[in-house]
């Protein structure tokens, strides 16, 4: 067993009529691939959904992505630990300064404007409190205005940023001022896209004023619009970095097969809410596939470089099945299997199945269940000499 182990998500999700991740303009993303235009939905779309997921429905912790920490931080100063306001926000400043992140001051007198760096922080929600903790136990070197600590000091008070859960250990992070600060996530998500060719849909649609139609006084509509829809079956991938996240987790393979199980589950699950209201496509998959790596990660993309074709009653995705269970044997062959340590599928077309997915289960449970075993047996197994 090498050091190395990787553990990929293959899904084929259809997706009726709906707007999941647009563009500045409204537009449903799309991307060209094969030289077909095809629907997409953005790495970043569906990898906050999964954390979100993860935050709301697991115990794995909370993150808090925000340009409002030094708010909170001069919030828990003032309340908790006796800093006037003008006292919090030189504090804030002073400190975020050193991490690198510009904190613009609020006019003189005004406490109600909001305090925020001029760049995003991703780290625990408890960061604030650790902040504030740091800042009173080095209260009056803060507050100096000639204030230029050294690297322990420094070191003390942005030791905040410095924190993660296994939320950010799959998320990753990074902030430029303070390289030991930067977790390099062990969560990799590839851009969803249609595995077949895929068209925009426009919805005209009207609004109507509803005094003007109890006055009745007036004929029409109060608001006239296009909104712009598309629909396809989306091939997601996503590999987690075992190695990677154990070493995060202070190599507690125990530890890390618990956040994989619980990723499985969250990346299925989860879905983007754009436009959710307008359209309501909460579907699920129909095909879920795990493979288990020692090697390195395998995208089964290619399957779909030539977009698949509709069959003959309609419908792409017994064709994508097909398409992805071909590529998986394709890979099989041309590369062999020493580096794949074990592979499973949930689907529910079952007249499609074959081996080159791995074994099939009958349950989202088992697979997640499989997932976590393997992956605590292959991390285990990479440490025994």
């Known amino acids: 067993m090498t050091n190395a182990a990787f553990l990929d998500v293959h899904i084929l999700h259809a997706v009726p009529f709906s707007n999941l991740n647009r563009d500045n303009l409204g537009t449903p993303k799309q991307m060209v691939y094969g030289g077909a235009t095809r629907a997409r939905i953005s790495s970043q779309c569906t990898k906050r959904a999964t954390r979100l997921w993860l935050e709301q429905n697991t115990d794995l912790g909370t993150a808090l992505r925000t340009r409002r920490l030094p708010q909170l931080v001069r919030e828990v100063l003032a309340s908790e630990h006796g800093f006037s306001d003008e006292e919090?926000?030189?504090?804030?400043?002073?400190?975020?300064?050193?991490?690198?992140?510009?904190?613009s001051r609020p006019d003189d007198g005004d406490e109600n404007t909001e305090l925020q760096g001029d760049q995003l922080t991703f780290t625990t929600t408890e960061a604030a409190s650790v902040f504030a903790r740091a800042i009173a136990a080095h209260r009056e070197e803060v507050l100096n205005e000639g204030f230029k600590p050294n690297g322990g000091t420094?070191?003390?008070?942005?030791?905040?940023?410095?924190?993660?859960?296994?939320?950010?250990?799959?998320c990753g992070r990074m902030l430029a001022a303070l390289p030991k600060t930067n977790v390099d996530g062990?969560?990799?998500?590839?851009h969803a896209f249609?595995?077949?060719?895929?068209?925009l849909e426009l919805d005209y649609f009207t609004a109507v004023d509803d005094q003007v139609q109890a006055d009745d006084d007036e004929t029409g509509a109060g608001h006239i619009n296009v909104g712009e829809y598309t629909s396809g079956v989306f091939y997601r991938h996503a590999t987690v970095g075992l190695r990677q996240l154990v070493e995060l987790l202070d190599e507690s393979a125990?530890?890390?097969?618990?956040?994989?199980?619980?990723?499985?589950?969250?990346?299925?699950?989860?879905?983007?809410t754009g436009k959710q209201n307008s359209a309501?496509?909460?579907?699920?998959?129909?095909?879920?596939?795990?493979?288990?790596?020692?090697?390195?990660?395998?995208?089964?993309?290619?399957?779909?470089?030539?977009?698949t074709e509709r069959g003959r009653h309609g419908g792409y995705m017994t064709a994508?099945?097909?398409a992805l269970q071909e590529r998986a044997a394709i890979e099989n062959r041309m590369y062999g299997t020493e580096g794949l340590l074990d592979s499973w599928h949930l689907t529910s077309a079952h007249e499609t199945a074959s081996g080159s997915l791995g074994e099939p289960v009958d349950g989202l449970d088992d697979l997640v269940r499989n997932a976590r075993q393997s992956t605590a047996l292959a991390l285990e197994s990479s440490n025994t000499p």
């Open 194 to 199: 249609t595995t077949h060719t895929s068209t």
């Open 88 to 103: 919090a926000v030189t504090a804030a400043v002073a400190v975020f300064g050193l991490a690198g992140i510009k904190v």
């Open 280 to 307: 309501n496509a909460h579907t699920r998959p129909d095909l879920v596939a795990i493979t288990l790596r020692s090697d390195r990660p395998v995208s089964f993309a290619s399957a779909f470089e030539q977009p």
């Open 320 to 322: 994508s099945i097909v």
């Open 186 to 190: 062990a969560l990799q998500v590839a």
């Open 154 to 170: 420094k070191a003390a008070l942005c030791s905040a940023l410095e924190a993660h859960n296994p939320i950010i250990a799959l």
């Open 254 to 272: 125990a530890d890390a097969a618990e956040v994989v199980g619980s990723f499985v589950k969250a990346f299925v699950l989860a879905e983007p």
